[in-house]
């Protein structure tokens, strides 16, 4: 069973370039969550959005809940931005996709 | 200040031996979860627990064992550890009330666990 897709698995981008993560679910939500995990490191909540839009610095996160899809764009990125970033769902459980790799090269 | 902790952030141990990975959570939350993140294969669920005494099988929940006898406490227990148990562990919490509420999913710092 995948209820969430997320593409593309990994990515590799210059600095400052514009990255968009995708995110493409087929149950019902009342929420989707973007999370971000550093190498070695815990688990944190970017965003949590149930429609629209939402920018929190240079990362911005929509939702298309007609089209069940939710991108998330990273504009002017930088090294440190470098994560696994993980769409999530909450529906009747909570459910995860299996994460995007990326790598900002200096 | 609000946080889930989990105990303890590395544990090597033997085939066999018992262990307890404790979690605990200061936000009063209704919902807790444990995950096993394998590389690959993202999160996946082992057990979760909508409130006190209520806890329910996950997607992969062989091998392991929760309790909820408190609201701020999920203790994961492995009786007979396996080797293919070696895996990064995850606790989790949020709110959840009738129905699921949306409410940020708040995590622990992660457990690495190695079984020889």
């Known amino acids: 069973k995948n209820e969430v897709e997320q593409s593309p698995q990994n990515l590799t981008a210059q600095e400052g370039e514009f990255i968009t993560i995708n995110c493409s679910y087929s149950?019902?939500?009342?929420?989707l969550h973007w999370l971000q995990q550093h190498p070695g490191g815990g688990i944190v909540s970017l965003f949590m959005?149930?429609?629209g839009k939402k920018k929190h610095g240079r990362l911005i996160a929509t939702i298309n809940i007609q089209e069940k899809h939710s991108s998330l764009h990273i504009t002017a990125s930088h090294p440190r931005d470098s994560a696994v970033y993980i769409c999530?769902?909450?529906?009747?459980?909570?459910?995860f996709g299996t994460g995007t790799s990326l790598t900002v090269i200096p | 200040e609000a946080q889930v902790t989990q105990n303890p952030r590395y544990l090597i141990t033997v085939t066999g031996k018992k262990l307890t990975v404790t979690c605990s959570q200061n936000?009063?939350?209704?919902?807790m979860s444990w995950y096993r993140q394998d590389p690959g294969l993202g999160l996946r669920q082992i057990y979760y627990?909508?409130?006190?005494?209520v806890t329910d099988k996950g997607d992969v929940p062989e091998g392991y064992k929760v309790s909820r006898k408190e609201k701020r406490n999920f203790p994961l227990i492995l009786e007979s550890p396996s080797p293919n148990q070696t895996s990064l562990y995850f606790c989790?919490?949020?709110?959840w009330g009738q129905g699921p509420r949306i409410s940020p999913l708040h995590f622990g710092n992660g457990t690495r666990l190695t079984v020889t």
């Open positions: 959005l149930s429609s």
């Open positions: 999530a769902l909450t529906g009747n459980q909570f459910y």
């Open positions: 989790a919490s949020s709110l």
């Open positions: 149950v019902g939500i009342s929420a």
């Open positions: 627990s909508m409130n006190v005494e």
């Open positions: 936000m009063n939350h209704e919902y």
